[in-house]
């Protein structure tokens, strides 16, 4: 089994740089320099034809999107290592629905709210009322995901998984740029730090 991980530190690579080190499976890692441009030569484009990170190649074969890398990298590593649920089992059900709600659902409203209030995206497409339904919908989000960890140490169940991993990757940068205080979602805060304390995520988290 041979892994390459095409990586950019502080972007979507992140999760799986954190996914990889939790797994501690073994691969070749190439840094990928997206200032530079180096994404979008053809022999990344190859790899990966929208030109992003993360990108991985398993045994020869190219996988993109992130979403179906941590899914890829659970079934062959994680069932084992207890951080992914076994085929079949009710929790590996569960399991999906809250990683695709992670990026699908969260992470599109995080988005949607970024790119109607940061300075990264030009003046004329920013919208005050789109940035207020984002951000509206952002708070309801968060509160089904405290609903969810009501009682619940992590959001398959009893222990960590590669699903925990994922969504609290994308809040830990999330909640501080958008500035969003979540001390009144109590259950939501105690998994985060939880989840991002983690030594795994210390290290990939702070990679710069
Ligand atoms: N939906 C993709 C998004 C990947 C993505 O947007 N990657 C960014 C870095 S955070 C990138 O590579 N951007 C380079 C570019 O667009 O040129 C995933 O989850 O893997």
Redo the contacts with the bound molecule.
């Keep these: 089994m041979s892994i390459t991980f095409y990586y ?1 530190p502080q ?3 992140t999760r799986i740089r954190w996914t990889l080190a939790e797994l501690g499976v073994p691969c070749e890692t190439v840094r990928v320099d ?1 200032r530079a441009g180096e ?2 030569k053809p022999e990344f484009l190859a790899l990966n034809p ?5 990108t991985l190649v398993i045994d020869g074969t190219p996988i ?4 179906a890398i941590q899914i890829a990298l659970g079934e062959r590593y994680g069932v084992e290592k207890g951080l992914w649920p076994a085929p079949g089992s009710p929790e590996r059900l569960t399991a999906l629905s809250w990683l695709v709600w992670g ?1 699908v659902t969260l992470a599109a409203t995080l988005f949607r709210y970024m790119a109607n209030t940061s300075e990264y995206f030009p003046e004329e497409q920013r919208s005050a009322k789109q940035a207020e339904i984002a951000l509206g919908e952002l708070h309801n989000l968060l509160r089904i995901l405290d609903a969810r960890l009501d009682g619940r140490p992590y959001i398959a169940g009893e222990t960590f998984t590669l699903v925990d991993l994922d969504l609290a990757a994308v809040l830990g940068w999330g909640l501080s740029w958008a500035k969003i205080d979540v001390s009144n979602l109590p259950n939501l805060q105690g998994w985060l730090g939880r989840t991002t304390g983690r030594p795994a995520a210390k290290t990939a988290l702070a990679e710069s």
Excluded: H
């Excluded at 929208?50 to 993360?54: A, D, S, T, Y």
């Design positions: 950019t972007s979507n690579a997206l994404q979008k929208n030109g992003k990170v993360p993109f999107e992130s979403v990026q």
